[in-house]
């Protein structure tokens, strides 16, 4: 058996997904993502001027053979351009040999956990007032766990993933059409005075039994970020996000010593030796990876299993860059993960984006039900494809009041 052809579409309705179909000799065809958000030509490119001449020829069905050649076959190994490339034909390989085997993709990993896997939405509001009603909204909708993210009073522009207006009630997305980045003002000392006080407002609100998570989106010196963890503690967040770059992996450290605030890291990772220390010496709670940015299903299911052995439950990015391609990877991983905690998932659901990649996962009560048709269960209508071309687009940069370059 062999990969006669593969082919790379950028575009989609709203985001610029970067989609792989992997043809073969067989009659049989799999779907990968390598969409990497606002970088979105670059693993492009790289799939098929140096990946996909590689690839034909190649038998399908010997995804770990094909994984190692194209990771160690690479003497400039990882980084997020590469791995994205290898993670769309690593997704691709797993939908063809499910198919072949007819049978849903989670089966080959060892079949269902559970029935349904948790997801967190994402919440947001301009101010408190705002973002209480976005939270109602989610809660109605049957959502058991919401991400929530709120402006801060004084601070002179939004900060991360909040609207500059009330109402918008849904996932705020931040990023901006055009290659020149909006800028946005962050103070940390307004933040730290406002946002614990207005978690555990939430909290009282809501009561109990809401999963309530926060992202604070690397914004935290290392010091601060403790603080910031143990001022929270009382709220029981589900987990608290990226407080501190993990460049600088012992910051984490400091962080665990002073609280037991769940920590969630990772969606920026790219393989498992950048978690496998976080992981071994139980610095965090959560592993953040997703199957794009992180090589693929074979890579993260290493990252699992390392994580199973030390109390680390999964929490796979989902931001809307992702396509539904890497969503249905994460769906099955998912129902099979024994140590799976919760899955981001946006509230995409755009009639556009259902033409696009027609699915048959579904969403019931806030937790998704993964497909039982074989492969990864999405397809991917290249009629509709047509339709799009690739619109740059940016993340925001962050500067201080002074004018000191932050983190996004
Ligand atoms: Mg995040």
Request: proline share 7%; glycine share 8%; net charge negative.
């Amino acid at each position: 058996m062999q990969i006669t052809d593969a082919r790379v579409f950028v575009g989609g309705p709203g985001k610029n997904y970067v989609t792989l179909k992997i043809l073969t000799d067989a009659g049989v065809y799999g779907l990968g993502d390598a969409t990497l958000n606002n970088r979105e030509t670059l693993p492009a490119a790289y799939l098929r001027d140096y990946l996909i001449p590689n690839l034909i020829g190649m038998d399908p069905r010997n995804s770990e053979d094909i994984w190692q050649f194209f990771y160690r076959g690479a003497y400039f190994r990882r980084g997020p351009i590469a791995m994205a490339a290898l993670g769309a034909i690593d997704m691709a390989l797993w939908d063809i040999k499910a198919k072949l085997a007819g049978l849903p993709l989670y089966q080959l990993f060892g079949g269902k956990s559970r029935e349904g896997a948790m997801v967190y939405a994402h919440a947001t509001g301009a101010d408190l007032d705002d973002l209480m009603d976005s939270i109602a909204w989610y809660v109605e909708q049957g959502y058991q766990a919401v991400r929530v993210q709120c402006g801060i009073p004084g601070m002179p522009s939004a900060s991360y993933a909040v609207p500059e207006h009330k109402g918008a009630r849904r996932h705020y997305i931040t990023d901006y059409a055009g290659i020149r980045p909006k800028l946005e003002i962050w103070e940390t000392d307004r933040y730290m005075r406002f946002m614990p006080d207005a978690l555990a407002e939430i909290r009282a609100r809501f009561g109990p039994r809401l999963h309530i998570l926060h992202d604070v989106h690397h914004r935290l010196l290392p010091r601060e970020a403790a603080e910031f963890a143990k001022a929270v503690e009382p709220v029981r967040l589900f987990w608290m996000e990226d407080p501190t770059p993990a460049e600088d992996q012992d910051a984490l450290r400091l962080v665990r010593q002073h609280s037991t605030t769940p920590i969630a890291i990772g969606e920026v990772f790219n393989a498992i030796w950048d978690c496998n220390r976080l992981i071994e010496d139980e610095l965090i709670d959560f592993i953040r990876v997703a199957a794009t940015y992180a090589g693929g299903i074979t890579p993260v299911k290493r990252i699992v299993d390392l994580a199973g052995l030390h109390h680390v439950r999964t929490g796979f990015h989902g931001a809307p860059s992702h396509s539904p391609i890497c969503m249905a990877a994460h769906a099955h991983l998912n129902a099979w993960a024994p140590n799976f905690g919760i899955q981001e998932y946006l509230v995409l659901g755009t009639p556009e984006c259902d033409a696009l990649f027609p699915s048959e996962h579904r969403m019931e009560n806030g937790m998704v039900l993964v497909s039982d048709a074989p492969g990864l269960g999405v397809d991917f209508d290249e009629t509709e494809a047509a339709r799009y071309s690739y619109e740059p687009g940016s993340h925001p940069v962050v500067r201080l009041p002074d004018g000191t370059m932050w983190n996004y």
